[in-house]
Every structure is written in structure tokens, then in C-alpha cells.
């Protein structure tokens, strides 16, 4: 059986209870893997087609501004 990197992630969480993903989402932004990146892709795509209006546009909020700033001065913020 041939899975794709969605059905993988999807499949490799199902069952997991909050703290495990919590924790999961924690240590993936926290270790800046980039392999980590399509996980966290999967996991924004589900919020994303889960979400209101008003979730959707707050989000787009936090994203364009920290994308207006800079993965710099992101990384200037952190140390």
C-alpha cells in the first residue's frame, strides 16, 4: 500500500490524546527541523478546513505578521 505524506502523518497521530499532540506540535516548532515542516503543514491544512471566518482571518493576521518581520528578526527576538 502506497501512503501519502497526509495519510502517514494522519495515520502515525490517530488515537494520540491532547498532551501527546500538544506535545508533538511543541517540539516540532521548537527544534526548527525543517523535516518536521510537512507535519505541521498537514496539522494547519486541518485547521484551516475546520476553521470559521474568524479563525481563518486571525490566522492569516499572526502569519502575515511574522512574515512582514522576518525569519531574522524572529531569530534576533529568540536570543
Known amino acids: 500500500m502506497d501512503l501519502s505524506i497526509r495519510e ?29 515542516l510537512p507535519g ?12 470559521d471566518m474568524e479563525l481563518k482571518n486571525e490566522l492569516i493576521e499572526i502569519i502575515k505578521e511574522r512574515v512582514e518581520r522576518g525569519l531574522e528578526e524572529e531569530k534576533k527576538d529568540t536570543n
Open 8 to 36: 502517514h502523518i494522519i495515520n502515525n497521530f490517530k488515537g494520540d490524546d491532547y498532551e501527546t499532540l500538544k506535545q508533538a506540535i511543541d517540539e516540532s516548532v521548537e527544534s526548527q527541523d525543517e523535516v518536521t
Open 40 to 51: 505541521l503543514g498537514v496539522f494547519l491544512e486541518i485547521i484551516w478546513e475546520n476553521a
